[in-house]
């Protein structure tokens, strides 16, 4: 299958995005042909300083890098380097409706939090993401929960202009993990896990021991004291639990199990553990990647080169369905 899928550089990569999203994409590049993006022309849509635009594109890729993405194996990019993305952007502009957009709740909710910077990018924003799906015929796009959604609109995009122009795009599914596409904030369970949350909500990928021990010793529980998972009555531990299975790799009942005696403050304790254990190496090999800007930059014009030619080529037979002429 050919698998795309994309990050906004908007702030510090989470857990969340790692287990939902980041998880399945370095599962996918042995058996896949992928193609991963730091999507910065979507970042825009909120506003950022260009300085910190500029250090964050860096930093997603190195943490992508970190994680296990490799770059022999997958074609790791930066969305404006491929000018395509933005042309194709206004190609399917001319298709999407303003109703269906509007039905985004991505959208609504941005508006409602960002409700000075209600911006036609931040409107618009699903269709640049069709166009990044639909430009490389990709099939599966692995994302987490909130941006099913999205995914559903781009089917939608692909399938009326081939519909209208003839078959030009193939249909993507989204692929989302069977627990994890879902991780909810540590401080409110009844939210998720999102960069631009509070920060005692998330634990971000480069967050100190101390920080997550202090992170997860505050994140809401549930009452009663048994470590049982119940994700109806107990949604905050439920929540700690998937994380827990998750990153150890133990099944849920065995944690379960583990903890039958002790109460919230064992597993807690014991979390913390997994977590510091899960991102030491992945910050030591982040601080590597990093530390080399030479190189993370010649990885990312080699992955941008590769995913131009497939893009480059895909508008002109696009730009002749539509009958722009040549
Ligand atoms: P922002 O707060 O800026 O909206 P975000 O943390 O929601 O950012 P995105 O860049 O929108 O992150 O998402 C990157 C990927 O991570 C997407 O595939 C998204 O579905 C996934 N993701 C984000 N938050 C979670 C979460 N809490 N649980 C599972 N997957 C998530
Ligand atoms: N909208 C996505 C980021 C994104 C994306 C994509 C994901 C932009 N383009 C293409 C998958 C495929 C988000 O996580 N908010």
């Known amino acids: 299958m050919r698998i795309f899928s994309g990050i906004k550089p908007s702030g510090d990569l989470h857990l969340g995005n790692y287990i939902g999203a980041l998880s399945q994409w370095i599962a996918l590049q042995d058996a896949h042909e992928c193609i991963y993006c730091v999507v910065d022309l979507h970042a825009l849509t909120v506003a950022i300083d260009p300085s910190e635009l500029r250090r964050r594109t860096l930093d997603a890729a190195a943490w992508y890098l970190a994680l296990g993405l490799d770059p022999k194996k997958s074609t790791l990019f930066v969305q404006s380097h491929v000018s395509a993305h933005a042309e194709l952007g206004w190609i399917l502009n001319t298709i999407a409706k303003i109703s269906e957009l509007k039905a985004m709740h991505q959208f609504k909710e941005k508006s409602k939090s960002n409700p000075d910077n209600i911006n036609m990018g931040l409107f618009d924003y699903p269709v640049l993401m069709a166009s990044d799906i639909l430009l490389y015929d990709t099939e599966g796009v692995p994302v987490g ?7 559903e609109l781009v089917r939608e995009l692909a399938r009326r202009f081939n519909g209208r122009f003839g078959e030009t795009f193939t249909v993507p599914k989204s692929m989302l ?14 939210k998720k896990m999102e960069k631009t949350g509070s920060v005692d909500g998330y634990i971000a990928l480069s967050d100190t021991p101390d920080l ?21 009555k107990k949604p905050a531990l439920a929540n700690l639990l998937t994380i827990y299975h998750l990153l150890s790799g133990q099944a849920i009942s065995d944690i379960e199990k583990a903890y039958a005696q002790g109460g919230y403050k064992e597993f807690k304790d014991g979390l913390a553990r997994v977590l510091i254990e899960f991102l030491a190496p992945v910050q030591e090999r982040y601080g590597q ?7 993370l930059r010649a990885l990312l014009a080699d992955g941008a ?13 696009i730009k002749r369905r539509i009958g722009l002429y040549e």
Do not use: C, W
């Open 289 to 295: 990647y990093r530390g080399d800007e030479n190189n």
């Open 177 to 190: 993990m069977k627990h994890g596409a879902r991780v909810m904030a540590l401080d409110n369970p009844a």
């Open 212 to 232: 997550v021990k202090k992170k997860i010793k505050r994140a809401v529980t549930d009452s009663g004291r048994e470590i049982l998972f119940d994700a109806k």
């Open 145 to 151: 929960e909130d941006q099913k959604q999205h995914v």
């Open 305 to 317: 080169s590769r995913a131009k030619k497939h893009a480059e080529k895909k508008m002109i037979m």
